[in-house]
């Protein structure tokens, strides 16, 4: 009998290993592909402003052509990050639930999206036929070229999750697992009768209650979304999936995203070019000797670093190598490190060109120029919030043994970083002088950043780039696919008639602006704590910005303060992800920062309410 047992046990693990190597197959096949890619659109998106800006002479079908490597890009790396296990998803819950239970969870994690990716590759496929009949005018090829990305990409993530399956999971678990999904789908079939009278009262069925079990259960967000779509137009109403195949592809294909990827590997570029680590060593010296004078350097770095790389996870891996290690040696406890860590994260996240600024641009029509020259004061402001509490907290420290850096050493660092500290600038003066869009800039920065690193730093890792543009590709895909999944969602609860009723209650609030803002403020902390900015923009930024233009405020100082309430939910324990994040990257417990990081939610809100009450700090350069 145990030489039985043992002979099964290696039949299984033979099969498991392999399943694992169809899975290292099929990423090494979309791996590729998807970093190429990247490659492409950065000489694409270049190539296109050099020769209008330059040479005069506008290629007409540029913007076409990275539309179409656009839409392939995201979807081939929304298969990355499955295949990863990296689509942004809420796990609080899961980490504490019991060893049996978390194991059905991580399932039901695979086996929900698999449900939804099926359901889609159907509809997804009509789609591409439809789209057969629509000509690229530029390109003069059928616009089915590039829809063809989505079944194609659905399939693969379809693939990828049956594989997972297969390897990872007991057969008992995931059968039981993968039963209890399709019977609540045959329930929702034979509920419809019942669900349809219902009107709108589905919308708290679908978009609240089945959305909130999937996030809270682990299921990712991008998923989450789609499920609740799929399952509200299935059940209560006639229109067909392929619906929700078009507006992902409507979500995903806005020609500003096209910077998301850009900015991305641009965040990536300048950590291993060293372009962060001379900024950061230059305001050490200048600050360094003071009480506290390193947490300053960390609230002014972050503000730097954000003016590059636009993405939030990228800033902390900047800045965290570099300063935690000498916070540390001068005394300062790992908990107050991440806890100041996350606040700057929450402080920076106006600090052009930030994604969730990209991305209200997208779906809200508001000028991008208009959101950089706005984001930039009122991360000011929450700075100094944070640096008075600095100020107070490290009132007492013994600074006997630091020594304070010479003029010499300060104006040697400056001139060392003197070029890091110019790209901000020069990304955000190629927007406001019109040499390149928001959309082509991130290119601009990506060369500047490229020739500072061979020609001064003399650091180009050439043997990272691979890596680099796989990454790229992965959080690009993850954060796309929920945007495209958003605005399918988006759709469904402006077509059921939510918007108008929403509207009409925010627009009745006793009180007017004030009241609406506050409300506002609160909802935003809440959504961004759960769904993090760039679905809860997506989700509710074309319905509340009309009634806050209606009311009197001005679109981008209303942008600047939902941006900083969801930062400051994003970054607030225990739901928010981003200070998981900032735990992760510093390397700490995250018990540890719960503690600290609440006098900098005070200061941090604060900071929040002085924006919100004067508008002047949002549009005073417009």
């Known amino acids: 009998m145990g030489a039985d047992l043992a002979m099964k046990a290696a039949e ?26 990247v490659v492409a659109e950065i000489i694409v998106l270049f190539v296109g402003v050099t020769m209008r800006y330059v040479f005069r002479a506008p290629i007409v079908w540029s913007d076409e052509l990275a539309s179409l490597l656009f839409i392939w890009l995201a979807m081939l790396g929304a298969v990355i990050a499955f295949q990863r296990g990296e689509h942004m998803r809420m796990t609080a819950l899961v980490a504490k639930a019991s060893p049996d239970l978390r194991a059905t969870l991580e399932l039901l994690a695979v086996a929900a999206p698999l449900v939804f990716l099926l359901a889609i590759v159907r509809p997804g496929l009509d789609f591409v036929e439809d789209e057969g009949f629509v000509t690229l005018p530029a390109l003069d090829i059928p616009s089915s070229w590039r829809a063809l990305a989505l079944p194609v990409g659905t399939g693969l993530m379809a693939l990828s999750a049956v594989l997972r399956l297969l390897r990872t999971a007991s057969p008992v678990r995931a059968g039981l697992v993968l039963f209890g999904v399709v019977c609540l789908g045959l329930l929702g079939h034979e509920l419809a009768p019942l669900l349809r009278p219902l009107g ?41 999936l392929a619906v929700v195949v078009g507006r992902m592809d409507e979500g995903m294909s806005h ?131 944070l640096c008075v509490l600095v100020r107070w907290r490290y009132r007492r420290d013994d600074l006997s043994g630091v020594r304070r850096a010479s003029w010499a050493e300060i104006g040697r660092s400056a001139a060392i970083a003197s070029p890091a500290i110019l790209l901000p600038f020069v990304i955000r003066g190629a927007v406001m002088e019109g040499i ?39 959080l690009s895909g993850a954060i796309l696919l929920i945007i495209g999944a958003a605005t399918g969602m988006a759709w469904s609860l402006t077509q059921s008639g939510f918007s108008q009723d929403l509207a009409r209650v925010m627009g009745s609030l006793p009180g007017g602006a004030v009241t609406f ?106």
């Open 12 to 37: 299984v693990s033979g099969w498991r290993r392999a399943v694992r190597q169809v899975e290292t197959l099929l990423a090494r096949m979309v791996e590729i592909p998807a970093a190429a890619l």
């Open 200 to 240: 709108n009262a589905n919308l708290l069925i679908f978009f609240v209650g089945l959305v909130s079990l999937s996030v809270f259960a682990g299921v990712p967000i991008a998923f989450s979304f789609g499920l609740a779509t799929t399952g509200y137009l299935s059940f209560t109403t006639s229109v067909p």
């Open 255 to 385: 020609i500003i995203l096209l910077s998301v990827p850009l900015f991305v590997f641009l965040g990536m570029l300048i950590e291993m070019t060293g372009m962060a680590r001379a900024m950061v060593a230059f305001l050490a010296n200048c600050l360094g000797h003071v009480r506290g004078g390193l947490s300053y350097v960390l609230i002014g770095a972050m503000y730097l670093v954000s003016g590059i790389s636009g993405s939030k996870a990228a800033d902390m891996a900047a800045v965290t190598p570099v300063l935690f290690p000498e916070m540390i040696k001068r005394g300062a406890k790992p908990g107050d490190l991440v806890a100041l860590l996350a606040a700057t994260g929450a402080q920076t996240e106006t600090i052009p060109p930030s994604l969730v600024l990209l991305t209200i641009g997208s779906v809200t029509g508001v000028s991008i120029a208009a959101l950089f020259s706005g984001g930039l004061l009122p991360g000011v402001v929450l700075g100094i919030a």
């Open 436 to 474: 390149a869009t928001a959309t082509e800039v991130s290119t601009i920065g990506i060369v500047y950043a490229a020739i500072v690193g061979l020609l001064i730093y003399r650091k180009f890792e050439w043997r990272r780039l691979g890596t680099m543009l796989v990454s790229t590709a992965c």
């Open 517 to 622: 803002m506050f409300v506002s403020i609160v909802a935003f902390a809440i959504l961004g704590s759960v769904l993090e900015g760039i679905p809860s923009i997506v989700l509710f930024g074309p319905l509340l910005f009309p009634i806050a233009r209606s009311l009197g405020i001005h679109e981008v100082h209303y942008a600047m303060v939902v941006i900083l309430a969801m930062g400051l939910g994003l970054f607030a324990p225990p739901f928010g992800v981003g200070y998981y994040c900032a735990t992760a990257i510093g390397g700490v417990n995250p018990d540890e920062g719960m503690k600290p990081i609440v006098g900098y939610l005070v200061a941090l809100f604060i900071g929040l309410v002085l924006v919100a009450a004067v508008p002047w700090i949002s549009i005073g350069f417009l």
